[in-house]
């Protein structure tokens, strides 16, 4: 069965540095999403990318946030200067169709130190 | 703002224990409902899709009903293996995901 893959499973990171977390969304979907996940806490939506550029984001993906679609398979989301808050697990999901048959990857666990 | 509440919090059942979990929400025009199972340290692995009230899908010992304000999933003589965060969510307007909080559910041998 096809999946979502990410990179690293789990990343330690100094607060002020930057990060970056990698996906590889299924390969015939169109639509690629990151959400965060605090401990204990709902899961969160951040970003969503159709046709190399965003469609929507909320208001926690400011200006220290962004994604790219590098070649014809990667998706990432860089931090560019991490907070404490920060930490979390990330998730990257793509989707074929809108909000249908979104597929999860395993997610990113990001520490922030 | 779309909302979704889900109940309980927490479910602890014994084997072959049914029971229902509950979503409430609140949308601006419902694209759909899903159902996802969680698992610890893991991404959410998707279940169901409802799109109007009234509909209901089922998977193995796990059916999915909707109304106009609800949705339910109900759990027939559960295993451990089902074990899991249940999380609910909903899409509006737009394409995102709209969580609830999920229920934990744990099932006893």
């Known amino acids: 069965e096809p999946e979502v893959t990410q990179t690293p499973s789990h990343q330690v990171t100094q607060m002020g540095q930057e990060v970056i977390l990698r996906c590889v969304p299924i390969s015939n979907h169109l639509y690629f999403y990151w959400y965060r996940q605090i401990l204990g806490q709902k899961v969160e939506f951040l970003v969503s990318?159709?046709?190399?550029?965003?469609?929507?984001k909320s208001e926690i993906f400011d200006d220290q946030f962004s994604v790219e679609r590098p070649d014809g398979s990667n998706f990432t989301l860089k931090i560019r200067s991490t907070k404490l808050e920060d930490s979390a697990m990330y998730f990257c999901a793509s989707s074929e169709m809108g909000a249908d048959g979104y597929t999860f990857g395993s997610g990113t666990r990001l520490t922030v130190v | 703002e779309d909302q979704v509440t889900q109940s309980p919090e927490a479910l602890r059942l014994q084997e072959g224990e049914s029971s229902s979990l509950n979503c409430s929400y609140t949308?601006?025009?419902?694209?759909?409902l899903f159902w996802y199972r969680q698992d610890p340290g893991k991404g959410p692995e998707f279940l169901f899709t409802l799109y109007s009230a009234g509909e209901e899908k089922e998977k193995e010992r796990l059916k999915a009903t909707l109304t106009k304000k609800e949705s339910f999933l109900h759990i027939t003589a559960p295993k451990p293996e089902d074990s899991a965060t249940y999380l609910c969510?909903?899409?509006?307007?737009?394409?995102?995901?709209?969580f609830g909080k999920g229920t934990l559910l744990t099932v006893n041998p």
């Open positions: 990318f159709y046709n190399n550029e965003i469609s929507e």
């Open positions: 969510a909903v899409t509006g307007s737009n394409y995102k995901l709209t």
């Open positions: 949308v601006s025009g419902l694209r759909g």
